[in-house]
């Protein structure tokens, strides 16, 4: 990578540190595991940065590596851990869809690629190009989650009223 673009990704990995936090922390919801998923996608960009061949692409590469982080940090949560049935509360078997009409929570209980698309598309901003590229997934299938997940948001959101 010429010196020029080790540049370049070094300023934006160091200006966008907020947005990337944000990004981390609507997928975590842990203060600490979102800081060391920006760590660790930081890293891998450093490690990586020959695969990225175009400057322009940066924000997009960026972003697809540290949703993979996120993702593989949400995968590791999940690994079952047995209990006794007599340990569980009563509680562990409520729905989880949010009391308290929090739009956040609302995204976060949708499926895994729809929220991901929601976040991507209002909370960071990204074009449906942009968020194509960081999902790996043609165009038309990223405009489908986008409306389906709206409309399961709007469909929630009317119940309500």
């Given at each position: 990578?010429?010196?020029?673009?080790?540049?370049?990704?070094t300023?934006?990995?160091?200006?966008?540190?907020?947005?990337?936090?944000?990004?981390?922390?609507?997928?975590?919801?842990?203060?600490?595991?979102?800081?060391?998923?920006?760590q660790?996608?930081?890293?891998?960009a450093?490690?990586?940065q020959?695969?990225?061949?175009?400057?322009?692409a940066?924000?997009?590469?960026?972003?697809?590596?540290?949703?993979?982080?996120?993702?593989?940090?949400?995968r590791?949560?999940?690994?079952?851990?047995?209990?006794?049935?007599?340990?569980?509360?009563?509680?562990?078997?409520?729905?989880?869809?949010?009391?308290?009409?929090?739009?956040?929570?609302?995204?976060?209980?949708?499926?895994?690629?729809?929220?991901?698309?929601?976040?991507?598309?209002?909370y960071?901003?990204?074009?449906?190009?942009?968020?194509?590229?960081?999902?790996?997934?043609?165009?038309?299938?990223?405009?489908?989650?986008?409306?389906?997940?709206?409309?399961?948001?709007?469909i929630?959101?009317?119940?309500?009223?």
């Amino acid at each position: 990578m010429s010196k020029i673009r080790e540049t370049q990704l070094t300023t934006f990995l160091v200006e966008d540190q907020a947005r990337f936090y944000r990004l981390a922390y609507s997928y975590l919801h842990s203060r600490e595991e979102a800081l060391d998923a920006v760590q660790t996608a930081v890293c891998r960009a450093l490690e990586k940065q020959e695969s990225l061949k175009d400057a322009d692409a940066m924000r997009t590469w960026f972003y697809r590596i540290l949703v993979n982080v996120c993702t593989d940090l949400l995968r590791q949560r999940k690994r079952v851990t047995l209990v006794k049935p007599e340990e569980l509360d009563a509680g562990s078997y409520e729905d989880p869809l949010p009391e308290d009409g929090s739009l956040a929570r609302r995204v976060d209980a949708l499926p895994p690629e729809i929220a991901a698309v929601i976040r991507l598309r209002f909370y960071e901003e990204l074009s449906l190009q942009e968020i194509s590229a960081v999902v790996n997934c043609p165009l038309s299938t990223v405009k489908t989650r986008l409306y389906t997940g709206l409309k399961k948001l709007r469909i929630q959101l009317e119940g309500e009223e």
